[in-house]
């Protein structure tokens, strides 16, 4: 029997419904007659779940006793022994209790599937190993159980179980998911909308990428080169010119009207790692393709079209954009088609754009440089061994002269030819084999002593000679600049390297790029300047020599002192200069960040505290001037009943008004300067009573749910208090007799959650954006609500301490307030509680002794 196949559900979240289709599946083969059995199936106490279960023949758990508690286990011999078709496993990622076969429940599905055994499984994407980071920083819940990405990647067949995330949320509320005395805590920490919507997310885009994979690795095996147009992919072929960055973005516009296309740039460097591009102009471009959301990458061929085809077809691409040919009408005349012609033909069913640009034809034809690429030193001293040894070898050949000696004359003239080739280069060479050649004639070939040739093979035998003599020089001379040039690149990665290394690892960027610049060119002294101001520098302040200035930006400058800069370094200096100037730009928009953060904050309180006052000022004063008006108008008769009632909504209104004016010198304050956020270590026991106290709370008014280990939170206590009485004023001005509203605290990833829960009518979702801005209130005209600086003064208050304040649905009607503080840095180690699967603390406590509590 061959290997069994495994079948994965896979699901974002808890409760979308991952165990339901397993079981359902279960029940369908079952249907058509295959044997198929429930290994082990854990239901949570969902109805639905359950209500599946008795369908199918179950196998019974294995029982296991580990400190005293007894546990189940999926029963692995058991399994075995009764041989089904197909098994369903639950949670593949699940830990096997200790004392059992394997110590995870994927490695007992392993044992099944070699047993020839079909599984279907269920495993939530928070499971995966290589996700587990992002989920934690997504969620702040670590997971402890996860599953190798190995064994998820080898199952043949993965189903992903969807449910939005608002429908999500609505089982859960509807108590489909959770009981009841979790749904609360679920909904505000693990099963938020923005969390769900990021794990969903990530489960589509790794089911995206297995589908990608598994794409690839059909067409491998069956040997499919063809193009298969799955998705939309668009591949820029760069060279390092200027024309670059016109390709880019041409190609960003044809990747941009397919949705979900994809901008691939590629620049093939040649084997040889002669071609002369523009390093410069390459960090720009593959800086521009980041910025355009495409990948950049290198390939090394020796044909330049060849290489470029391949790579198209091996990341499947459906768009190939290249640059109109650079070179001259004469110069494409004398070197044939071009690069553009070559991928044209060779590209098959990918679709090539040529694109125009600026350089377009203004290559024009340079003669080779006849320099070599050896030095003046090595050249010279390649002619001395030529007019030294020439000479020499001729004493010793003539010494040792005879009728059979011509062809070991003319092999060690050209063994003295390869010496001189290989010291001094092809000039060099040519004169020595040119010589030697001249030698030979003169002293070895009849006519003795004359230059002069009897026999014409003779004169073949020379002319061959002198031509091997120069190609080997030739060759010698080209393999010294290859050698040359490959020194110098690694010289230069190097080099970029290093720089590229000081500013990932952060710290004083700028200083540590000019500090290897120095070392890496051997200058004295090197400087980072902007106008009269050095930013950084290094070496001493009174070298002296060869001072070269570089532009960094538009602002800032590099000055070099030292030897002079030869045109070969400049083109480092150019990718430096690039890193500076990025450097440069970062930290002056961190030092921007942090001298405006402050500000921000104060300017959000300010910006609260103006949009409250200009709304409340009118109905405080026109409440006190009718109020006024009515007693001293002299045609108006009242009872005593009705002057008393109109002095209290005279006093009332002007309280209200002596608030507001308290507020408006709060403002100037803060206009000021001098009204800033005072944040310090704020602990919520601290702040609850006298908000109780102002709002005159009675006995069994508010409940409140406060665990013990709650720690301080970062805040300003002033503020914190006025966005808790305001928000607590709302829920007991809106909740129904006999549901009286809660407050809550819990601690989630690096924050404390203080949460204001009533049970009242709540807010439509389509208001909820607004109900934030200045005054979106019912029941405006009541007088007895307070001065009336709304959830917009709130939310201000909140963000201004560095915190948020949201809306959400209570479970069972209602609305839930939600103010997140940052956790106080003295007290945030150590200070997170444990959280279950739904994030609920572990107890509750009384915060105020007159209050009823719900534990």
């Known amino acids: 029997m061959g290997r069994g196949r495994l079948r994965v559900f896979l699901g974002a979240a808890p409760g979308v419904g991952k165990t339901y289709a397993m079981l359902e599946e279960g029940l369908r083969l079952t249907g058509l007659g295959r044997d198929v059995v429930v290994a082990v199936v854990e239901t949570h106490e969902r109805r639905g779940t359950a209500a599946l279960l008795p369908g199918i023949e179950t196998i019974p758990r294995r029982e296991v006793e580990h400190r005293g508690v007894h546990l189940t286990e999926m029963d692995l011999d058991a399994i075995l022994a009764r041989r089904p078709q197909i098994a369903l496993v639950d949670e593949l990622a699940h830990t096997n209790a200790p004392g059992s076969q394997h110590e995870k429940r994927w490695q007992d599905v392993e044992t099944l599937l070699e047993a020839g055994i079909h599984v279907l499984s269920t495993v939530n994407i928070q499971h995966i190993e290589s996700l587990n980071d992002v989920v934690e920083q997504i969620t702040g819940v670590p997971q402890r159980e996860t599953i190798p990405d190995a064994v998820l990647r080898r199952a043949d067949q993965t189903e992903l179980v969807d449910l939005t995330p608002q429908a999500l949320r609505d089982r859960l509320a509807d108590g489909d998911v959770y009981p009841a005395s979790r749904i609360d805590a679920a909904l505000s920490n693990y099963f938020r909308l923005g969390n769900l919507t990021a794990l969903r997310e990530l489960a589509l885009l790794w089911l995206a990428d297995e589908v990608d994979s598994a794409l690839q690795r059909y067409r491998q095996e069956h040997g499919i080169d063809a193009h298969w147009e799955a998705r939309e992919r668009v591949v820029v072929a760069l060279t390092g010119g200027r024309e670059g960055e016109t390709l880019l973005r041409r190609g960003a516009r044809i990747a941009a009207r397919a949705s979900g296309g994809d901008l691939l740039a590629v620049h093939v460097t040649s084997d040889d790692g002669l071609r002369e591009i523009d390093p410069h102009a390459l960090a720009s471009q593959r800086t521009l393709v980041e910025q355009l959301g495409g990948t950049y990458h290198q390939v090394i061929g020796r044909d330049i079209p060849e290489a470029l085809v391949a790579f198209a077809r091996g990341v499947n691409a459906t768009q190939l954009v290249i640059g109109v040919s650079r070179r001259s009408r004469l110069l494409a005349f004398l070197t044939g088609p071009g690069i553009g012609s070559t991928v044209t033909r060779d590209s098959g069913d990918i679709d090539v754009h040529i694109v125009n640009h600026a350089a377009a034809g203004r290559q024009r034809l340079v003669l080779p440089h006849t320099r070599g690429a050896l030095s003046i030193e090595r050249r010279v001293a390649g002619f001395a061994v030529a007019l030294v040894g020439g000479p020499l070898l001729s004493l010793l050949l003539v010494a040792l002269r005879s009728t059979e000696s011509l062809t070991a004359d003319a092999l060690a003239f050209q063994l003295l030819v390869v010496l001189v080739a290989l010291v001094g280069g092809v000039l060099p060479a040519s004169f020595a084999a040119v010589l030697s050649g001249l030698t030979l004639d003169f002293l070895f070939v009849e006519p003795i002593e004359q230059l002069s040739v009897a026999r014409p093979i003779h004169f073949l035998a020379l002319a061959l000679y002198v031509v091997n003599g120069v190609l080997v020089s030739l060759v010698v001379d080209q393999a010294a600049r290859r050698t040359r040039s490959a020194n110098r690149s690694a010289a230069e990665s190097e080099v970029l390297a290093t720089v590229a290394g000081s500013v990932l690892r952060g710290g004083d960027a700028l200083g540590a790029i000019v500090s290897r610049t120095r070392e890496a060119f051997g200058l004295e002294a090197v400087r980072l300047v902007s106008g009269d101001v050095v930013i950084a520098s290094d070496g001493a302040d009174g070298a002296k020599g060869t001072v070269t200035t570089l532009p960094v930006g538009e602002r800032a400058s590099l000055m070099l002192v030292g030897n002079d800069i030869q045109a070969t370094d400049r083109r480092v200096l150019g990718v430096i200069v690039t890193q500076l100037d990025a450097a440069l730009q970062h930290q002056n928009l961190t030092v921007s960040a942090s001298e405006l953060a402050p500000l921000a904050e104060t300017d959000r309180v300010r910006s609260a505290l103006l949009a409250a006052v200009g709304h409340d000022l009118r109905r405080p004063l026109a409440v006190a001037t009718a109020a006024v008006t009515g007693l001293r108008s002299p045609s108006t008769k009242l009872s005593q009943a009705d002057r008393a009632a109109l002095l209290k909504s005279a006093e009332a209104g002007l309280s209200n008004l002596a608030d507001l004016v308290t507020n408006l010198l709060d403002v100037s304050r803060v206009q000021a300067g001098v009204l800033a956020v005072s944040l310090a270590a704020v602990d919520v026991d601290d702040v609850l009573p006298p908000v109780l106290e102002e709002l ?145 603390p572990e107890r509750d406590r009384v915060l105020h002794p007159d209050l009823e509590t719900t534990a």
Request: hydrophobic letters at 40%; zero cysteines; glycine letters at 16%.
């Open 696 to 840: 005159a709370v009675p006995p069994g008014g508010v409940v409140l749910r406060i665990p013990d280990d709650v720690p301080a939170v970062r805040a300003d206590a002033g503020l914190l208090q006025r966005v808790l009485v305001n928000l607590l004023a709302n829920a007991l001005r809106y909740s129904p007799p006999g549901a009286p509203p809660e407050v809550g605290a819990s601690v989630f990833g690096g924050s404390v959650e203080i949460r204001v829960v009533d049970h009242g009518p709540g807010v439509p979702e389509d208001r909820r954006s607004s109900m934030f801005e200045a005054f979106q209130q019912s029941g405006d005209t009541d007088n007895t609500v307070g001065i009336g600086l709304g959830l917009a003064l709130s939310r201000g208050f909140t963000e201004g301490m560095g915190g948020s304040l949201q809306a959400e649905d209570t479970p069972g009607g209602g609305l839930t307030m939600v103010i997140a503080l940052p956790l106080d840095p003295a007290e945030h180690t150590g200070q997170i509680g444990q959280i279950g699967e739904a994030g609920q």
